[in-house]
């Protein structure tokens, strides 16, 4: 389960060295986020500046996002919902105004100073429409000093305008020493929580996660799928409540193909699991997730040793059957779970006269890069791809190097033979060049064929005895002016992009702080955006908005 939490309060700027803030610590929302990461959640925290700094209050399993203003957190909340979360918590404490920020320093010599403030936009407001009915959305509302009943209705109009699940609300009068009382409110009701802030925390969670589950599963753990202690079951993945929860598989890699048996132990953590099974979780070829437990291949048994949370393996049953449910192929068809960490994002199936693949992603999943990690997976597998009749993925799959090879009887569809079975495709080197101090990017409208008019990187044809890395910077220098001599690359990425002609790419990221502004050339218009801003460009080229969202995210760690 994917869950996202915001936290602490947004610093507006007045003039270049003051800001308007409040006094949220945001203390509170990294106790919801440790206990959604304890509980087995893939968690992503943004978090204001001072927090993110605070490494003593954070789990170091949360991935944290830092923001500063009422803009950088609308940044890096929709870059965190792009791919819709299970959970989100929106626990920040986000100013209502901010003031028309003014240029340079405000001179002290007045007796009285005026700040205009203009309405900061709701960002509670744009979440369910962002992430769809799927999400569990919880709000906060903090008020001072008014009744129970004057707390609860205050809570109750926010779920009402902002189409919440939940409202936690409390009295700022009754907050302090060693407690954090507090109501949770629902559009039929309110509890009453209290006890100290990480206890009220975990209660917040939990009811937020029962949300998740019908209430047959929330009262379901493994204990009842069999085994002669109730802990432990070995079965063919034949057995469809076994292949269900292939879903807890913690492959980042997203596994294509289902192991040909599975066990399974439904401790809370590899130690507490029987003797063997801990044993083997500490070895190095134990693959770990947040949140506790393991998984760990053996390739000549053809089994997976699984361990994990009661709690996670219920949500990922739910899940992977409500994408079965949603499969728009017939219900005989064998399907497969591809997965993202704990979480099934869609599935495989095999056409049984071809034996080729195809891939579906359920839709909110889609737009964050998986489906082309997935046809590079299946390009390394020499696998061929096959698109069944009046699915409309044969352009998509184009654009990645596929290439058409066998139309099938019947509207059954079109077949594809993977990049990796070219001999014509043409190698290419490109540039992601990075000035960390101001977070931007160089980026350029395309001006040739085949990709002109969409934003890429620049970058061009591998040619004669140098690296690839040596064409990325001879193109840089070439399509822009800029020269980067005796570079190191922090990253290196693979991209196969175009169908005739094809292209191999290689992109560098390339770190060059305090560098001049691009000249203009005829093959690319090239300019430095913020990265923050990236999302708003349109067309991309292919691959280089996954490019740019993990840099995102590697630079978010960095600033720890």
């Given at each position: 389960m994917h869950a996202v939490v915001t936290a602490g309060g947004t610093r507006e700027p007045i003039d270049d060295v003051r800001v308007v803030t409040n006094l949220s610590t945001g203390r509170f929302g990294a106790a919801c986020a440790r206990a959604l990461v304890e509980r087995g959640c893939d968690v992503t925290l943004l978090a204001n500046t001072d927090l993110a700094r605070h490494h003593d209050w954070l789990d170091p399993r949360i991935r944290v996002v830092p923001f500063g203003s009422f803009r950088e957190l609308d940044a890096a909340l929709r870059q965190a919902t792009e791919d819709p979360p299970d959970l989100l918590l929106m626990a920040a404490a986000v100013s209502d105004y901010a003031p028309v920020p003014a240029t340079g320093k405000i001179r002290s010599d007045d007796a009285t100073l005026s700040i205009e403030m203009v309405r900061n936009d709701k960002l509670i407001a744009t979440l369910r429409a962002r992430c769809g009915p799927h999400t569990t959305l919880v709000g906060f509302k903090l008020l001072s000093g008014v009744s129970p009943a004057e707390l609860h209705d205050n809570a109750r109009r926010q779920i009402a305008a902002n189409q919440l699940d939940l409202c936690f609300a409390n009295d700022l009068a009754e907050l302090g020493g060693d407690t954090h009382p507090a109501w949770l409110v629902s559009a039929d009701g309110q509890e009453r929580l209290t006890g100290s802030r990480q206890a009220v925390a975990d209660a917040l969670v939990e009811?937020?996660?029962?949300?998740?589950?019908?209430?047959?599963?929330?009262?379901?753990?493994?204990?009842?799928?069999?085994?002669?202690?109730?802990?432990?079951?070995?079965?063919?993945?034949?057995?469809?409540?076994?292949?269900?929860?292939?879903?807890?598989?913690?492959?980042?890699?997203?596994?294509?193909?289902?192991?040909?048996?599975?066990?399974?132990?439904?401790?809370?953590?590899?130690?507490?699991?029987?003797?063997?099974?801990?044993?083997?979780?500490?070895?190095?070829?134990?693959?770990?997730?947040?949140?506790?437990?393991?998984?760990?291949?053996?390739?000549?048994?053809?089994?997976?040793?699984?361990?994990?949370?009661?709690?996670?393996?219920?949500?990922?049953?739910?899940?992977?059957?409500?994408?079965?449910?949603?499969?728009?192929?017939?219900?005989?068809?064998?399907?497969?779970?591809?997965?993202?960490?704990?979480?099934?994002?869609?599935?495989?199936?095999?056409?049984?006269?071809?034996?080729?693949?195809?891939?579906?992603?359920?839709?909110?999943?889609?737009?964050?890069?998986?489906?082309?990690?997935?046809?590079?997976?299946?390009?390394?597998?020499?696998?061929?791809?096959?698109?069944?009749g009046g699915w409309d993925a044969v352009p998509w799959l184009q654009e990645r190097g596929f290439q058409p090879v066998q139309t099938l009887p019947d509207e059954g569809g079109t077949v594809l033979a993977p990049p990796s079975a070219r001999t014509d495709l043409r190698r290419a080197a490109s540039v992601c060049l990075l000035d960390p101090v101001h977070r931007r990017v160089l980026l350029g409208r395309r001006l040739t064929p085949p990709w002109n008019g969409h934003w890429a990187f620049p970058g061009g044809s591998h040619e004669g005895d140098e690296t690839l890395l040596q064409t990325a910077l001879r193109e840089l220098e070439e399509e822009t002016g800029i020269a980067v001599p005796r570079a190191e690359a922090l990253a290196e990425r693979l991209l196969v992009v175009g169908d005739t002609p094809g292209y191999e790419v290689h992109n560098f990221v390339v770190s060059c702080p305090h560098v001049p502004p691009p000249r203009a050339s005829a093959e690319l218009d090239a300019r430095w955006v913020d990265l923050h801003q990236t999302h708003t460009l349109r067309p991309m080229a292919a691959g280089t908005r996954r490019i740019l969202r993990r840099l995102m995210t590697s630079l978010a760690q960095l600033a720890l």
């Open positions: 009811r937020a996660l029962r949300t998740q589950l019908p209430a047959a599963d929330a009262a379901q753990g493994l204990h009842d799928m069999g085994g002669p202690d109730g802990r432990l079951h070995r079965a063919s993945t034949a057995d469809p409540e076994v292949a269900a929860l292939l879903a807890a598989l913690p492959d980042v890699d997203m596994l294509l193909e289902i192991p040909e048996g599975l066990a399974l132990t439904t401790a809370e953590s590899p130690l507490q699991a029987p003797a063997a099974l801990a044993a083997l979780a500490r070895t190095a070829a134990a693959r770990r997730w947040h949140g506790g437990g393991f998984a760990l291949r053996d390739p000549e048994a053809g089994t997976v040793w699984v361990g994990l949370t009661e709690a996670g393996a219920a949500v990922a049953r739910h899940r992977w059957e409500r994408l079965r449910r949603a499969a728009p192929l017939p219900s005989d068809t064998e399907l497969r779970a591809v997965f993202d960490g704990p979480r099934p994002i869609g599935w495989t199936a095999t056409d049984p006269h071809t034996d080729a693949t195809t891939l579906w992603l359920d839709p909110s999943s889609r737009g964050a890069g998986r489906g082309d990690d997935l046809a590079l997976q299946l390009s390394r597998a020499g696998r061929r791809a096959w698109v069944p």
